[in-house]
Structure formats: C-alpha cells, structure tokens
C-alpha cells in the first residue's frame, strides 16, 4: 500500500520559516518526480513545487514561491522536503506532496497519482 505522510506544518508569523517533509513507502520513490501542492480554503489546488534526478537535479516553482521556497528530495530516506522562507498570509493553506506518474518532475495535479493527507500551513501577519 502507497503511503505519503507529511509533516512540519503548523502556525508562523509571517516572515517566518517552515521545513514540511513528506516520507513515501509501499511503492518505488527514486525513480519518481516528487511534488508539492497547496490548497486555500474556497481555492482550487495549485502547484508549488517539483524535483527529480534525471543527471542532474531538476526542480520546478510556482512563480509565487521562487526564490522563498526550496524542494529538495534524499532518496535513501524515501523523502521529500520543502523549505518555505519568508513567508506571507498568502501562504496559508493546506500543503500536500504527491509522486509523479513518470520521471519528469510535473506541474499539473493530474501528472501525480499518490498523494498524501497533508499538512496545515498557517502564516498570521
């Protein structure tokens, strides 16, 4: 059985940081695009991150997170990171991870078919 567990979430002031970690297990992780998504309440999921190694690490980001976020995988633990800096009200959501169908690390929901039960991300002002 897939299982993806996130972790890390909780309430920041904003400005502040979070680590969310996502652990896979029951199903090939390596090989896999791993990636992040965010849902606000009355808002549709949106894409927040992707990584994969393919010679050479590739990582894609939402514009609204480049250069504040960082996704970043270690594959002999099964998991997948996200490290949010900065970070705004905007923010606040429901952060979930999911693994890809293939290799490329995607950034439509419907390219991932495992996803985990997630994580609240509340960032007051």
């Known amino acids: 059985q897939v299982q993806l567990v996130e972790s890390g979430g909780g309430l920041v002031q904003a400005g502040g940081s979070l680590r969310l970690s996502c652990v896979a297990s029951g199903a090939p992780f390596s090989s896999y695009g791993m990636g992040w998504f965010r849902q606000a309440p009355g808002k549709e999921r949106e894409f927040v991150a992707a990584?994969?190694?393919?010679?050479?690490?590739?990582?894609r980001y939402a514009d609204s997170v480049k250069g504040r976020f960082t996704i970043s995988r270690d594959n002999a633990k099964n998991t997948v990171y996200l490290q949010m800096n900065s970070l705004k009200p905007e923010d606040t959501a429901v952060y979930y991870c999911a693994r890809g169908k293939t290799i490329v690390p995607a950034t439509s929901s419907y390219e991932y078919d495992y996803w985990g039960q997630g994580t609240q991300v509340t960032v007051s002002s």
């Open positions: 990584i994969n190694w393919s010679a050479g690490w590739t990582s």
